[in-house]
């Protein structure tokens, strides 16, 4: 609309920007009880609203450290909802969760072991194997150095038990 020789958006359209409500519903998680239904609610539609990198289709350095910033953010709420999951013995949908987090972020040990404990908890071994074998091909292929002492323990389990 044309107001006064300039153009306004429409004060009568209901429009959301996906991430201002991230951050808000990030915000609001952060004030509430750690292992609360509410936070988790919060954390959940949080996740949902993250769509992928923050305007991937340009290049500035703003727009650079905004999206770093938002990734980061949404890597820090899947683990965080990940963990709230697996504690209360929802092993499945923490896995699906830290999925998500290795899907975009593949260098962090201690969610490789997160993923192997909890598909030795559903008492699928083949699954813990596999994450196993993920981490080598990824990890130590790319960074040339041996599974640190906690992973190498962990497939000790897997394979005996």
């Keep these: 609309m044309l107001e006064q020789g300039q153009y306004k958006i429409n004060p009568d359209l209901n429009i959301c920007f996906d991430v201002v409500e991230f951050e808000s519903l990030l915000n ?46 949404y890597l820090k709420t899947l683990s965080l909802l ?3 999951n697996g504690d209360r013995g929802k092993h499945d949908k ?19 072991c997160q ?13 813990a194997l596999r994450i196993y074998k993920r981490y080598l091909d990824t990890v130590t292929s790319e960074l040339e150095f041996d599974p640190p002492a906690q992973i190498r323990e962990l497939r000790k389990r897997i394979l005996t038990g």
Excluded: C
Aim: without cysteine; hydrophobic residues 40%.
């Design 115 to 127: 993923l192997m404990e909890w598909h030795l908890a559903t008492g699928d071994k083949v699954s």
């Design 94 to 112: 923490a896995i699906a969760l830290l999925e998500k987090l290795i899907a975009i972020d593949p260098y962090h040990d201690e969610v490789y």
């Design 28 to 73: 609001r998680a952060e004030d509430l009880p750690r292992g609360s239904k509410a936070r988790a609610a919060n954390l959940e539609q949080a996740v949902e609203l993250y769509r992928g990198p923050f305007m991937e289709e340009f290049y500035g350095e703003w727009t650079e450290m905004r999206r770093r910033e938002l990734e980061n953010k």
């Design 82 to 84: 990940a963990n709230l």
